[in-house]
DNA sequence: TCAAAAGTGTTATTACTACACCCATGT
DNA sequence: ACATGGGTGTAGTAATAACACTTTTGA
């Protein structure tokens, strides 16, 4: 198309980033993924993974291809969080960050080489360092953002195994709201709702007597939320 | 600070936009503001109002910006919607968008100059034109977002005078979720919560008999939400 | 007097909260 | 036999949902 005499050449583009906020499950720990920086400014603190996004490319797939070089892993859930505009907030021009965050089941066989790679580490959710930036805020927009999603989306499936237990699936909603739960309550809400198939078989590497495994009932889940169920304890 | 040398030399820049999703409450009405658009290409077809983000402005600060020039109104509830990020989602070029929502209480005396400059108009809620590039998409995202916003910020009250009835904050939450909301129920919850201060006078302009009206209590306000408290009905 | 909108209460159902003990098993 | 984590039930309370008639008053 002609560009000419269209306010799209008058115009001044703006260099923009995405980054990527990564929670994941490991011990029973709600965890953070943060990455030693390694380009200036800052090189050598802590921050989150972040790209600059290519002109042919979609924001949402630059997301996806920092994810993917850091995880190797694919088709895994993620969100926009926000999109960060302060014309100083990058210490090293003016970058607008669009920030994602997402859920990745940890499996320490196919992450490893990737994260070593990265200098990367996963950090408990109530212990993360001094972040450059404003990669402190946008984690703790995160933070909000998860806790606000995981009410009406089951975060606690996406977190964890095909296969789980019910007192694994209580630990992590207990992480993301930083509370005790009930647990008579939660199993009883929880198997009411007919959320979870439960499996002719236990983890026994908790506990002596073993615990019933389980798999998410993606149906019901569908069927609940057209009612507006919600993931609330 | 010296940039030589260092990843943001290699980035390219992007053009980015802000477009602005505004709602507002019109002869009992729940209203969006759309506009012909002024520039090529499509020029004449409706669509949102937008503008470039400049290089020494703050993201927020462009949306800030739009909705200053077309209402001549400051301070009016805003927040971020989401950045578009497709590559081919403006036929006229790459370019990001950032979208904004805004609730606005529709005042003839102030706004109806700068929005007739702008060959804008009010239309139902339910009947918005087709609208150019995704702003279509971004209109829907804008109530799906207004709707979940509506559980735990008291939205009809930014949207309404000062002084109101209760009948019409009825028929804007009626409005904004699409259904009859009974309106004993509603009622009830509301003044059982204290959010509303009773005013000594009736507004007589839709009924012979006259409805009390209120003001909106903000004190009371900010101590549910420190309890979870939620506007469904 | 009548039309049109405002205002008012009760009951049944459902969801939530709090709480303490027994079970199964490997060591 | 005992230590460890897994699993179970009840009762009180609070929120929600459904439902129809009376009141006021200007025209």
Known sequence: MDKKNTIYDQA???????D??????????????????EVEPLAGEWSLLGSFVQPDEHVFTAAKRVLKELT????????????YGNVDRDSGGRVLSVAYWSLIRIDHNHEEFHIKNHLAKWVSFDQVPQLVLDHGKMVNDA??????????YPIGFELLPEEFTIPQLLKVYEAIYARNIDDRNFRKKLLKSDLLI?????????????????KFNRKTYEQLMLSGYSFEF
Not at 72 to 83: A, K, P, S, T, V
Not at 143 to 152: D, T
């Open 143 to 152: 933070i909000g953002h998860l806790r606000e999603r995981a009410k009406f």
């Open 12 to 18: 001044q583009p703006l260099l923009v980033a995405v």
């Open 20 to 37: 990527c906020i990564v929670f994941g499950v490991e011990d029973n720990h709600l965890k953070l993924l943060v990455f030693k920086r």
């Open 198 to 214: 439960q499996l002719p078989k236990k983890d026994k590497s908790t506990s002596k007597k073993g615990s019933f495994l389980y």
């Open 72 to 83: 190797n892993m694919e088709d895994i859930y993620m969100e926009q969080l926000h999109c």
